[in-house]
């Protein structure tokens, strides 16, 4: 098993774990960096040989709040977007009504509400790759 780094704009945006061949997966017009053997995680910068944690303090702190665009994109971006849903309609009543409404009708995301942890923890995300998304999401 090999592990790749999808990088956008010198930041990692997605991490790949896959046997195949990864040159025919994708558009060639996507950056994959091969990383099996070393350490890089989603919102990490590439300067085109290595790879490192954040340095800006944006990206350092916890990210509260993106619009409802970026957490979908970002979702869409790691392969999750479809698994919403499904916990979303999991969740007994009335916390699936209220999940269902925050998804349907909110402007943004806040990183601490109940929603998103329910549905983060549904989704089998730990906190900290929560707040990596909520970081990768900011800079979409």
């Known amino acids: 098993m090999k592990t790749y780094a999808r990088v956008e704009s010198n930041r990692v945006a997605e991490i790949l774990e896959t046997d195949n061949d990864i040159t025919t997966m994708f558009h060639p017009s996507l950056q994959w960096i091969d990383c099996t053997d070393i350490e890089c995680h989603v919102g ?53 009504e209220e999940a269902q409404i925050e998804w349907e009708y909110s402007q943004f995301v806040e990183r601490d509400r109940p929603f998103v942890v329910s549905i983060g923890a549904a989704l089998g995300l730990s906190h900290a790759q929560l707040d990596e998304l909520f970081t990768l999401a900011s800079t979409l």
């Open 44 to 96: 990490w910068e590439f300067d085109g040989v290595t790879f490192s944690s954040p340095s800006n303090s944006i990206a350092q702190q916890p990210v509260a709040s993106v619009t409802m665009r970026q957490a979908r994109l970002v979702l869409l971006n790691q392969g999750k977007l479809a698994e919403v849903g499904a916990a979303i309609n999991a969740l007994p009543s009335p916390q699936k």
